[in-house]
């Protein structure tokens, strides 16, 4: 059983770029969140995701980012006209969220550099 | 989410048990703990977590005190490989509402396992 799977690993961009990240979450998984972890900070949320959803993207600024989760493929994260100031690295992780315990599973990440 | 304390850093001897504590003398009487480890430059991993009763899986044991108000994570074979940040977190059920989904880091606990 595949974990979740992100791409691309690594990501250099320019500023004024856009950057897309892509986040499967685990097989039989329906609820999606991302979270940014930047240099020498811990993780942070930013969006939490179901199919077709957006459920709560509190933790996201309100401009130049947007999150989707289509009812087929991945999960997309999506930054406008990237800043420096963007460059983290970005944590997508699933859940099954049925009902008590919310254990969630982590991608590897995608570490997005503005140049 | 009930707040928790950590201690910063702590080493220990490879092949000998790691024993990590985690304050949440905060902790609601419904609030799950979690325990997650990051691995320099990888994804957070979900290790354990427990209600009430202490819990072991393959990777750890969690032992919660009675009154729920601090927990031990124990590593009960400590290898290099273990070398991570420990992050114990608190929150509530999935079915309790709010923005239970949130995951929320602290600083962790850096552990150090020494050969």
């Not at chain 1, 897309?20 to 930013?46: A, D, T």
Request: hydrophobic share 30%; net charge positive.
């Amino acid at each position: 059983n595949a974990g979740v799977m992100q791409n691309p690993r690594h990501l250099v961009r320019r500023r004024g770029q856009e950057a897309r990240l892509r986040c499967s979450p685990m097989k039989g998984h329906s609820h999606v969140y991302w979270y940014r972890q930047l240099p020498e900070e811990g993780l942070k949320f930013m969006v939490y995701l179901q199919k077709e959803n957006i459920i709560d993207e509190s933790g996201m600024p309100k401009e130049r980012f947007s999150a989707e989760f289509p009812k087929e493929g991945p999960s997309i994260l999506r930054i406008q006209q990237v800043v420096r100031g963007d460059s983290a690295a970005y944590f997508c992780a699933s859940s099954l969220r049925t009902s008590g315990a919310n254990e969630q599973f982590f991608g590897p990440g995608t570490r997005l550099t503005v140049l | 989410d009930a707040k928790t304390t950590q201690p910063t850093s702590m080493d220990c001897a490879e092949g000998r048990a790691a024993n990590l504590p985690c304050n949440h003398s905060t902790i609601s009487g419904n609030e799950y703990v979690y325990w997650y480890r990051q691995i320099h430059s990888q994804g957070p991993q979900y290790i354990i977590h427990g209600l009430k009763n202490n819990e072991t899986n393959e990777m750890a044991s969690l032992i919660i005190t009675e009154d729920r108000k601090s927990s031990t994570l124990i590593l009960p074979h400590a290898t290099l490989r273990d070398t991570a940040v420990y992050y114990c977190i608190v929150s509530p059920p999935t079915d309790s509402g709010g923005s239970n989904y949130k995951l929320t880091f602290g600083k962790g606990t850096l552990l150090t396992v020494n050969p």
